[in-house]
Structure formats: C-alpha cells, structure tokens
C-alpha cells in the first residue's frame, strides 16, 4: 500500500498509460483524479476504481488546468504526485506540417506539462512535498521516420523535467519517463493498419524494433511510473528512465 493516504493527478488518466497508473495507484491505497479532456474516457476509468474521480482538463489551457486542480483539491482535499501523461501523436514529412499544427503539439505536451507543474507546484508544497513523472518517449533520443515535432516535444519535456527538478527540490521530486512502443489508445490504430486490420500481427511488427521483441503493455509502463512516484524511489530525482525494451541501445 504505497499510496496510502497519497492523491495522484494524472493527466490523459482516461486511456492508455495514465489509465493503468490510475488503476495501479488505486489498488495501492491512494486516491486519484483522472483528468482528461475526453470526459467520457475520464468517467469510464473512474467508475471503475475506488476512490478515484473524473475530471475535464485540456492540459494545453491554463484556465482549464487550474480548474481541473482545484476541482481536485476540492474533492480529495489536496495533491501529492502528478502524472503528466496527456497527449497525441502525429506523424507526416516536415514540408506537410502547418505552423499551427507544430504550436498545438508542443502546447500540448511541453505547455500542458509546464503548466501543470505550475500550478501543482504549490499544492505539493502545501503538502509538505510529492512526486512528479512527466512524459518523454524514446524519441526523444533517437530519430524515427516523420517523427520530428512529437519528437521536439518530448525533448523539452525531458530538459524540462531536469531543470524543475532542481527549482522544486529537496521535498519535491521531479522525474520523466521515455516509454518505447507501449500497446494504448494512441498506438493501437497504427498497430491495427500496420497488421492489415489484425491488432496482434501488427503489434508483433511493431515490437520488432526493441531487444524484447515486443511492445509493451501499458502496465509495464504504469510500474516503471508508479516506483518513481512512491517513496522507493526516494533518492531519484532529475532522471529519465528509459523504459522501452532495449530499443534505444541497440
Ligand atoms: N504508447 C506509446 O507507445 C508511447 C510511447 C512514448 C510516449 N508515449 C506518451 O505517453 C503518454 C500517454 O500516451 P498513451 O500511449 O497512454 O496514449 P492514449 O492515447 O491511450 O492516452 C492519451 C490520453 O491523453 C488524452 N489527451 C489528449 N490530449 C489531451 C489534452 N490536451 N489534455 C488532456 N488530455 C489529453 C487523450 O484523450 C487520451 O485519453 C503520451 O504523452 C504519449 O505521447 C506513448
């Protein structure tokens, strides 16, 4: 029981990574908001899981996060962790990507993540202290087909997350994950197009990149998330773990 008494926010909470946090965070004696911007994904996670609530955050407006944790303070009587977790991928050459489409994918993952933070920041500190993951990818790291804005987006989330952990420390620990191909919400369409309609065969194709020979499954992802925002990972602070099969080392 871990996260006994603890409160998480999670962000993209309604699928995916964040939903298996929520759903790990839960079964170890915490609380959890499940703040997504697709209410219904939100409700769906949280009627499933005691002690969890459903609330509406688009991470890209200010406004929006704010409301979304003081609905939480409200509710659960305060914030200890934070998972950054919402978002979308997008692919295509260079020369096809709008300026605006650019701006709307790091005012998604880089602003969303920077102003949760800001704004949790001082609920942690209220607290006396807490955890924070946000979310990088591998390719941060390592170049992919088509896949320079998401890319660009997850490397300010990773310099970030580095420089925060310095300005929120000693009693706020601040930390990133850089998940590989992971089976979600977000990769399960590519899996079923690159399987010709079969999910499984694509997800094989998919997992060929890494030395497991496999992608993973969201709750692999979720108890990498949930070591670094429990106090065994009490001396863990600026990091990015790397959690992706061995795809980047080969
Ligand atoms: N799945 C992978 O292979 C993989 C790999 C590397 C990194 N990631 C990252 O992990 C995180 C979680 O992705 P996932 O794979 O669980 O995807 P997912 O699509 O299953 O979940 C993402 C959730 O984020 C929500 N969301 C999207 N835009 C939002 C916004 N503006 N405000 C609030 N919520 C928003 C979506 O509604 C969705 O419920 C993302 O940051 C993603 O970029 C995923």
């Not at 939480?72 to 709008?98: C, K, Q, Y």
């Not at 580095?162 to 930390?175: M, S, T, Y």
Request: glycine share 12%; with cysteine; net charge negative.
């Amino acid at each position: 029981m871990r996260f006994a008494d603890k409160v998480l926010f999670a962000t993209g909470g309604g699928s995916g990574i964040a939903a298996s946090v929520a759903r790990r965070f839960t079964a170890e004696g915490g609380r959890v908001a499940v703040a997504d911007l697709d209410e219904v994904r939100a409700k769906a996670v949280a009627a499933d899981l005691a002690g969890a609530i459903a609330v509406v955050c688009d991470v890209a407006d200010e406004a929006s996060v704010q409301a979304a944790l003081q609905a939480t303070v409200d509710r659960l009587g305060g914030v200890d962790a934070i998972f950054n977790a919402g978002g979308h991928a997008e692919f295509g050459p260079i020369e096809e990507w709008s300026f605006e489409r650019w701006n709307r994918m790091m005012t998604v993952h880089a602003g969303g993540t920077f102003l949760v933070c800001k704004h949790a920041l001082p609920l942690l500190r209220q607290r006396g202290g807490g955890a924070i993951v946000n979310v990088a990818s591998v390719a941060a790291f390592v170049a992919q087909r088509n896949n320079a804005p998401y890319g660009a987006a997850k490397a300010a989330i990773a310099g970030f997350s580095r420089q925060l952990a310095l300005e929120a420390g000693p009693d706020i620990r601040v930390n990133c994950i850089a998940p590989g191909r992971t089976h979600s919400g977000m990769t399960e369409p590519l899996m079923v197009a690159r399987g010709g309609g079969d999910v499984a065969k694509g997800a094989e194709a998919f997992g060929q990149g890494n030395i497991q020979k496999r992608v993973a499954a969201a709750d692999e992802l979720a108890a990498a998330v949930c070591y670094l925002l429990s106090d065994d990972a009490s001396f863990v602070t600026g990091s990015t773990m790397v959690v992706d099969g061995g795809e980047t080392v080969i």
